[in-house]
């Protein structure tokens, strides 16, 4: 796969003023980067996890007013849609790139899915790296270290607020040096969603 990473233009995209002008840049610039990742990606997070996945690209269709402050790639176990999925994303902010297993909002099995973590909890301690982040809401670029994360209250936010989203993975700077070097970020993106699968696979039990 040629893919050559991300360039510092593809970050100034989300400075652009304008819902139109910035998403023709984004159409432009971002879009067939994401395209190829998700073509990449869909065949080797169905190898690590086990079910067949399928990549959507983000439309923002809905938008009439207000420009997207991110966009990204979203790789689920459906061809019709993955919000209401656990699932993988690649995605950029104007700060970062991301890089998270995700279970936001629409999903039905948040609750169950939250019950398996705060069982497994030990479990997800110890398997996730210091240097990973979580989040609650997908829509916002700040996220707390593992290190720092309490994750009892993230867990039991997830399984009783109606609103509640759970995402863990990583950011890396839109200055990092492997943001340029598609091979380098290729190698990094995989190793992080080796390192995600097991929370995927801890939903299996509940979205089967």
């Given at each position: 796969m040629s893919f050559t990473g991300f360039t510092q233009e593809d970050f100034d995209v989300f400075i652009i003023e304008g819902l139109e002008p910035r998403m023709d840049q984004l159409k432009e610039k971002i879009r067939p980067k994401l395209e190829a990742l998700g073509h990449h990606f869909a065949p080797t997070l169905s190898s690590l996890v086990g079910d067949e996945m399928f990549y959507h690209v983000a439309k923002h269709a809905r938008r009439k007013v207000n420009p997207p402050k991110d966009t990204w790639v979203a790789i689920a176990n459906s061809n019709r849609g993955y919000k209401m999925l656990p699932h993988f994303q690649i995605g950029l902010f104007e700060t970062?790139?991301?890089?998270?297993?995700?279970?936001?909002?629409?999903?039905?099995?948040?609750?169950?899915?939250?019950?398996?973590?705060?069982s497994e909890i030990k479990n997800v301690q110890q398997q996730i790296p210091d240097h990973f982040v979580w989040s609650g809401d997908h829509t916002k670029p700040e996220a707390t270290s593992h290190r720092e994360a309490d994750l009892q209250a993230l867990f039991e936010r997830l399984r009783d607020v109606k609103k509640a989203e759970i995402l863990c993975g990583i950011?890396?700077?839109?200055?990092?040096?492997?943001?340029?070097?598609?091979?380098?970020?290729?190698?990094?993106?995989?190793?992080?969603?080796?390192?995600?699968?097991?929370?995927y696979r801890l939903t299996t039990p509940v979205h089967k």
């Amino acid at each position: 796969m040629s893919f050559t990473g991300f360039t510092q233009e593809d970050f100034d995209v989300f400075i652009i003023e304008g819902l139109e002008p910035r998403m023709d840049q984004l159409k432009e610039k971002i879009r067939p980067k994401l395209e190829a990742l998700g073509h990449h990606f869909a065949p080797t997070l169905s190898s690590l996890v086990g079910d067949e996945m399928f990549y959507h690209v983000a439309k923002h269709a809905r938008r009439k007013v207000n420009p997207p402050k991110d966009t990204w790639v979203a790789i689920a176990n459906s061809n019709r849609g993955y919000k209401m999925l656990p699932h993988f994303q690649i995605g950029l902010f104007e700060t970062h790139l991301f890089v998270w297993f995700a279970v936001i909002y629409e999903c039905p099995i948040k609750q169950q899915f939250a019950e398996q973590l705060l069982s497994e909890i030990k479990n997800v301690q110890q398997q996730i790296p210091d240097h990973f982040v979580w989040s609650g809401d997908h829509t916002k670029p700040e996220a707390t270290s593992h290190r720092e994360a309490d994750l009892q209250a993230l867990f039991e936010r997830l399984r009783d607020v109606k609103k509640a989203e759970i995402l863990c993975g990583i950011h890396i700077d839109r200055n990092d040096p492997v943001i340029s070097d598609g091979e380098k970020l290729i190698q990094k993106i995989n190793k992080t969603f080796t390192t995600l699968s097991p929370l995927y696979r801890l939903t299996t039990p509940v979205h089967k």
